[in-house]
């Protein structure tokens, strides 16, 4: 059943299913993306997770508190074989953060807590990776080093650039997560979407005439024919 609930919070799950729509295509194949491909994931996910004030997930979750979101990430583990004995500045995870069925279903704070690898031989969290490329290497905007660990991040970027996107990379994988985790929500905004009754009505297909989820339906049937 369509849910009554306002104006606002209808372009809000707009705007959330096309994010993580987004999110979905630019995550695939992260060893196959420029570095400035990777580098558009940051903003996604600040959008949906980290945003100050409200991010974009919270907003859309209001309404939906039944539908489970399940974070499955797998923390950094040190590279069997590898030599803990070395000084390193940054080290990251990649695909193998990606969880599965059977990894522990973590929340969202969970998530932007958990290890994704080390800084000068501290913990690095996902929010922390999330943060640096939206806000120093310019996913969001290009600016100084601000916050815990982000000048260390940042001494290794005009190494990497233009010789490998191997730690940029992780930004694909960090998407991957967000995608399982939030398809579920998505699947019950476009099932039951929020309506403005006295705008959209539904009609003899089942959707509702003047709605957003209606053309996006469409979109997606002309995308499949071609």
């Known amino acids: 059943m369509a849910r009554d609930i306002g104006p606002q919070m209808m372009l809000a799950e707009w705007l959330f299913v096309e994010t993580v729509a987004d999110l979905r295509d630019r995550s695939d194949a992260p060893a ?7 580098l558009g994931i940051a903003p996604l996910l600040r959008k949906l997770l980290t945003d100050r ?24 583990q040190a590279p069997v074989g590898a030599d803990d004995s070395l000084e ?3 080290r990251l995870s990649g695909r193998e953060l990606v969880g599965d069925a059977e990894t522990e279903a973590l ?4 998530f932007l807590a ?3 690898g080390l800084l000068e031989g501290r913990d690095l969290s996902a929010k922390q990776v999330i943060r640096y490329y939206a806000h120093v290497e310019g996913g969001v905007h290009f ?8 000048e260390a991040m940042s001494k290794m970027s005009p190494v990497l650039l233009g010789n490998t996107t191997g730690q940029i990379e992780i930004l694909g994988y960090l998407g991957q997560i967000v995608v399982d985790a939030l398809t579920p929500l998505c699947d019950s905004i476009l099932t039951s979407p929020t309506i403005v009754p006295a705008m ?8 509702h005439d003047h709605h957003w989820t209606t053309e996006y339906f469409a979109s997606l049937r002309g995308k499949a024919r071609a």
């Open 114 to 116: 958990a290890r994704v």
């Open 143 to 150: 600016g100084d080093p601000k916050e815990d660990g982000q």
């Open 88 to 90: 390193y500045l940054v």
């Open 200 to 207: 959209h009505s539904l009609n003899s297909s089942g959707f």
């Open 107 to 110: 929340t969202a704070d969970q």
């Open 53 to 76: 004030g409200e991010p974009l997930l919270a907003t859309v979750k209001w309404a939906r508190q039944e539908v489970k979101t399940e974070f499955r990430i797998r923390p950094w």
């Open 32 to 38: 196959s993306r420029s570095r400035y491909e990777l």
